[in-house]
């Protein structure tokens, strides 16, 4: 189990490695990050990571380009933990 952080809401909770961020959220009934289809196609779930070690699955370029990749963005329904994460939830001007 790792402990995640979510440091623009004040909130953490548990997530074991094989389990993505949100399925762990929900299981604990915490709603800290915006969650939609949970399988990538939204983009409703989108974070920054700002430490910690995460395995991260395919994500679709349409939610999250290679920059934004680079900057530690992804989508928390295709992230898992390896450690304990601090992360904050990303909002784009242009994201809708």
Known sequence: ???????????????????????????????CIPSG?????????????????VERKVMSRKHVSEEEQQQGISLACRVFPRSTVTLEIYESTTHQ
Request: hydrophobic letters at 35%.
């Open 37 to 53: 289809c949970h399988g990538g196609g939204c983009g409703v779930c989108k974070v920054r990571i700002l430490a910690g070690d």
């Open 1 to 31: 189990m790792h402990t995640i952080f979510v440091k623009s809401e004040e909130e953490e909770y548990q997530c074991r490695e094989d389990q993505h961020l949100l399925v762990a959220m929900k299981a604990v009934g915490k709603s």
